[in-house]
């Protein structure tokens, strides 16, 4: 399988389901050959924005940091998955301008939902106050209206939703065949 270089942005709430789809894009997507690249929240704040906090200003600095590395990675060929919550409209609009073949992936379950799950048990901190500015509830997200795709996580399953992704590739020519 050949593929173009391109950012898979996963936008959404903490515990939506960015980082299990992008995992399992992953691994389908690299059995194939592809050359890809991980980007993903923790991993990324430990070791390239470790200096930043959650203030609206940090936030904002985290994800221009990491946009210009996905746009170098996404112009050499390189297949990203970023997940990262990205909570605001114009965090979003700057990437659409500057990173080449950003394709925006809303990770959409609801809050009650989300916080349901609390994968890393977050939800629960925010609430007694240990975690302040925490999207969704003490920080706003500004959910997306110009999504490139949208998956409600709430109702379909992660192999709906990987499919969906790789039909989207597939569609558009960003892997295909030779
Ligand atoms: N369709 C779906 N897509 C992604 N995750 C799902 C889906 N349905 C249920 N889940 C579950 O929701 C949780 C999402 O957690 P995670 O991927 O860590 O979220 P995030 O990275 O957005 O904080 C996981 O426990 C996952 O198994
Ligand atoms: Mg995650």
Same mark, same amino acid.
């Given at each position: 399988?050949?593929?173009?270089g391109?950012? %898979?942005?996963? /936008?959404?709430?903490?515990?939506?389901?960015?980082?299990?789809?992008?995992?399992? !894009?992953?691994?389908?997507?690299?059995?194939?050959?592809?050359?890809i690249?991980?980007?993903?929240?923790?991993?990324?704040?430990?070791? %390239?924005?470790?200096?930043?906090?959650?203030?609206?200003?940090?936030?904002?600095?985290?994800?221009?940091? !990491?946009?210009?590395?996905?746009?170098?990675?996404?112009?050499?060929?390189?297949?990203? %998955?970023?997940?990262?919550?990205?909570?605001?409209?114009?965090?979003?609009?700057? %990437?659409?301008?500057?990173?080449?073949?950003?394709?925006?992936v809303?990770?959409?379950?609801?809050?009650?939902?989300?916080?349901?799950?609390?994968?890393?048990?977050?939800?629960?901190?925010?609430?007694?106050?240990?975690?302040?500015?925490? /999207?969704?509830? /003490?920080?706003?997200?500004?959910?997306?209206?110009?999504?490139d795709?949208?998956?409600?996580?709430?109702e379909?399953?992660?192999?709906?939703?990987?499919?969906? !992704?790789?039909?989207?590739?597939?569609?558009?020519? &960003? !892997? &295909?065949?030779?």
């Open positions: 399988m050949k593929h173009k391109f950012v %898979l942005w996963f /936008t959404g709430l903490s515990g939506s389901g960015k980082s299990t789809l992008a995992n399992e !894009i992953y691994k389908k997507l690299k059995v194939n050959g592809t050359k690249e991980k980007l993903d929240g923790d991993v990324v704040r430990e070791n %390239l924005t470790k200096d930043l906090g959650f203030s609206p200003e940090d936030r904002d600095e985290n994800i221009r940091r !990491i946009g210009f590395v996905s746009n170098l990675l996404s112009k050499n060929g390189v297949a990203v %998955l970023a997940s990262f919550i990205s909570p605001y409209i114009h965090q979003r609009k700057d %990437l659409r301008a500057k990173v080449e073949n950003y394709i925006e809303f990770v959409n379950a609801s809050l009650e939902v989300c916080e349901a799950r609390d994968v890393k048990g977050l939800y629960k901190k925010a609430r007694t106050g240990e975690i302040p500015l925490f /999207t969704g509830i /003490t920080d706003p997200y500004e959910a997306p209206d110009n999504s795709i949208e998956l409600r996580t709430d379909l399953s992660v192999d709906e939703c990987v499919n969906q !992704i790789i039909n989207y590739l597939k569609k558009k020519g &960003f !892997i &295909f065949f030779d």
